[in-house]
Structures are given as structure tokens and as C-alpha cells.
């Protein structure tokens, strides 16, 4: 079993930061991909940002913005998202992923997602 541990969400202002980080522990066997999705009230859950193989994706709603930086600690099993110039469009709950595979398996693990709230 994989846990995940998700700290840093919050409420900020237009313009502020944040830095999220997601620490996976347990029996990890390995891991193909991990990393950050995000779901707005009344949206999909979406990704922002993961790595997997040996490369990083981030969705194309971030992918313009230097402001948002995606991480890993592969020796600690953790993954971070710092963003600055954040938008009232950045409120979510972002939610920890993480892919493993077993015996030719994937399996999915969740963390219990953190509230990211960007207001005045």
C-alpha cells in the first residue's frame, strides 16, 4: 500500500505564492509517474503537472507560465509545485498522484488533495 501526503494549500491573494508539496510512502515498488492534478468546483480534475518515465509534463493551462514550477526529490519520493503570480483561476483542490506498476499493473494512488483558494 502507497500513501501520499499532500501539505502547503491555503488561501492567498491575487499575485501570492504558494508551494504544495507531496510526500509517498509505503511499499513502492516503483514509480512510472507522479505528480499534481488539480479540480476546480463544477471541473473536471485536471492535470498540472507530473513526471513520468524520465520526463515532465504540465498541462497546457500552466505550461506558458514560469510562475508555476513542478519538482521531485526521487530519493525522498516527493514532489513539489511552487507557484507564484497565482490567479483566482488557480482555486482548486490539487490533489498528489502517483502510478506504480505491479506485476504488469498499474496501479493509481491519490493523496486527499489540499484546498488551494486565490481571492482578495
Known amino acids: 500500500q502507497v500513501q501520499l501526503v499532500e501539505s502547503g494549500g491555503g488561501l492567498v491573494q491575487p499575485g501570492g505564492s504558494l508551494s504544495l508539496s507531496c510526500a509517498a510512502s509505503?511499499?513502492?515498488?516503483?514509480?512510472?509517474?507522479m505528480g499534481w492534478y488539480r479540480q476546480a468546483p463544477g471541473k473536471e480534475r485536471e492535470l498540472v503537472a507530473r513526471v513520468i518515465g524520465v520526463g515532465t509534463d504540465y498541462a497546457d493551462s500552466v505550461k506558458d507560465r514560469s510562475s508555476i514550477t513542478f519538482s521531485r526529490d526521487s530519493g525522498k519520493n516527493t514532489v513539489f509545485l511552487q507557484m507564484n503570480s497565482l490567479k483566482p483561476e488557480d482555486t482548486a483542490v490539487y490533489y498528489c498522484?502517483?502510478?506504480?506498476?505491479?506485476?504488469?499493473?498499474?496501479?493509481?494512488?491519490w493523496g486527499q488533495g489540499t484546498q488551494v483558494t486565490v481571492s482578495s
Open positions: 498522484h502517483l502510478k506504480t506498476i505491479v506485476s504488469g499493473r498499474p496501479l493509481d494512488y
Open positions: 509505503g511499499t513502492i515498488y516503483n514509480i512510472n509517474a
